[in-house]
Nanobody
Framework: QVQLEESGGGLMREGERLRLSCVAS???????MAWFRQVPGQDREFVAAIDWTGSSDRIANSVKGRFSISRNDNRNTLYLFMTNLKSEDAAMYYC?????????????????WGQGTRVSVSS
């Protein structure tokens, strides 16, 4: 299993944009990748996923049109581009590496997780 390390979180204002990065300790070019987020006291929520080829992705309805996901397998890095941030986007964001190349929004389909990066959004 690869080790994942997220970065890029911070304190933002509503309407601003942010890019999160997730660097893997090894090759991730054969597995799907995803971002999830979690607020204390709530279940982990799916945000976005991308398949192993990078040609297909899935975005949660709650962030569709504002967030996008991409990957650079040459750098073993996953990205989450967040625009028009809202207060409800505040959460700990986690990167995850899949058990296969197929996209999923189910946390159980992911074998490796990072420690998370916190995004705070003030109104």
């Amino acid at each position: 299993q690869v080790q994942l390390e997220e970065s890029g979180g911070g304190l933002m204002r509503e309407g601003e944009r942010l890019r999160l990065s997730c660097v893997a300790s090894g090759r991730i070019n054969t597995v799907a990748m995803a971002w999830f987020r979690q607020v204390p006291g709530q279940d982990r929520e799916f945000v976005a996923a991308i398949d192993w080829t990078g040609s297909s992705d899935r975005i949660a309805n709650s962030v569709k049109g504002r967030f996008s996901i991409s990957r650079n397998d040459n750098r073993n890095t996953l990205y989450l581009f967040m625009t028009n941030l809202k207060s409800e986007d505040a959460a700990m964001y986690y990167c995850a590496a899949g058990r296969s190349g197929a996209m999923s929004d189910n946390p159980t389909d992911f074998a490796s997780w990072g420690q998370g990066t916190r995004v705070s959004v003030s109104s």
